[in-house]
């Protein structure tokens, strides 16, 4: 009994100690075949404002609010530049309307100075002022364009998808030009910033690919590539985790993600895994 019970601790100690082994040599054959680096989502933002002063009319949108390409963000009251504009139009129409009646003066004008009935210097008044007015004409219809653009520009429209990160003002503000008004977290690009060691600089290059993991259990594993990697050495920052010590110099990379989804959040922090064993000529332009 007592030789059966030692085989049995015996088999199952040579079991564990194969396992432990068989544990140890795989993860030096996965460390040797995949680098490991870890870095944070970087996504890209975009402050909203108008180009031109006036009180916010209207903000339809919320913060977390999911917009999409076009979607109109803010207004201004509009009312100041709708005046303008008819200005600029009634200005153009007076000069029209003053320029015609230059022209008729200098075809009278020239049948007048052909019977020497006016001087040459009255003929060439007459010449002047069609000129002045012409030139006046021009100057007024490009005041009506920069009227009609500032009237556009009451108006903000989403560049790109996004969620709505801030929303800084509220109706009722009178804002000047270049003020946000919202603060856009765009949905793509969206990259990992990482950092890498000077001693596996040369395992990487521009458009390898990568996997991205994320800390939620079972989560979905991103696709990306290396999209830039710095030519210039800096000391880690101190928000950022290696496995070297923080005073290293190191170099910045940024992976891109091929597939983001909305559960890439900015800062968030991921692992970055990229197989060592694939072809160069392989890879997704940068």
Request: aromatic share 6%; proline share 6%.
């Amino acid at each position: 009994m007592n030789m059966k019970r030692f085989l049995l601790i015996a088999l199952i100690l040579c079991l564990l100690i194969a396992a432990l082994l068989y544990y140890i040599l795989g993860a030096k054959s996965d460390d040797k075949d995949t680098l490991t680096l870890f870095g944070n989502v970087d996504v890209r933002q975009v402050d909203l404002g108008f180009r031109v002063e006036g009180r916010v009319q209207t903000m339809p949108f919320q913060e977390g609010d999911l917009v999409f390409p076009g979607a109109l963000m803010a207004t201004l009251d509009k009312q100041p530049y709708a005046d303008q504009v008819v200005e600029a139009i009634a200005n153009i129409s007076s000069i029209k309307t003053s320029l015609e009646n230059a022209q008729k003066q200098v075809e009278r004008r020239i049948k007048l100075l052909e019977s020497n009935s006016i001087s040459k210097e009255d003929y060439e008044n007459t010449l002047t002022t069609r000129d002045t007015l012409t030139a006046n004409l021009k100057q007024a219809e490009a005041s009506l364009g920069v009227a009609e653009t500032n009237l556009k520009d009451t108006e903000v429209y989403a560049p790109n998808e996004g969620s709505i990160l801030t929303r800084i003002r509220e109706p009722g503000t009178v804002v000047r030009p270049a003020d946000p008004v919202y603060t856009l977290s765009l949905t793509s690009p969206v990259w990992i910033r990482a950092y890498i060691s000077e001693t596996d600089l040369g395992r990487i290059y521009p458009g390898m690919k990568a996997n991205v993991y994320t800390d939620v259990k079972g989560g979905t594993v991103y696709q990306g590539h290396i999209g830039f990697i710095s030519p210039v050495a800096e000391f880690t920052p101190k928000t950022v985790e290696t496995t070297t010590l923080r005073t290293d110099l190191v170099y910045r990379l940024r992976i891109i993600a091929d597939n983001p989804d909305h559960f890439l959040r900015q800062g968030m922090p991921v692992t970055v895994k990229l197989p060592l064993n694939q072809e160069k000529n392989d890879r997704t332009p940068p």
